[in-house]
């Protein structure tokens, strides 16, 4: 199961992961540097629900902002 919104089509995200080292100038250091990237995934915040989509109960994974905004109704 793919982690996407059936609504909106939110899925993950890349972005990196930074290191840093050092002491800040304001601190009296010589500055704060970055040492490293890993890459890493950001993954919007899915929720299970069942949903009442075109007539039909359905079980769908749906992001937090389509639920709170009102997008999806849910199955009694």
């Known amino acids: 199961m793919a982690k996407r919104c059936v ?3 939110k899925g993950p995200v890349t972005g990196s ?3 840093r080292r ?3 100038k304001k601190a009296g250091g010589v ?3 970055i040492v490293r ?3 890493r ?3 919007p915040n899915l929720q299970k629900i069942r949903a009442r989509l075109n007539g039909a109960v ?3 994974r749906v992001c937090t902002r ?3 905004s009102g997008k999806v109704t849910k199955a009694a």
């Open 37 to 39: 990237r890993n890459r």
């Open 17 to 19: 992961s930074l290191t």
């Open 66 to 68: 389509c639920l709170k």
């Open 22 to 24: 050092g002491v800040a």
């Open 7 to 9: 609504i909106c089509g």
């Open 41 to 43: 995934r950001f993954l």
């Open 31 to 33: 500055g704060i540097r």
């Open 58 to 60: 359905r079980s769908i």
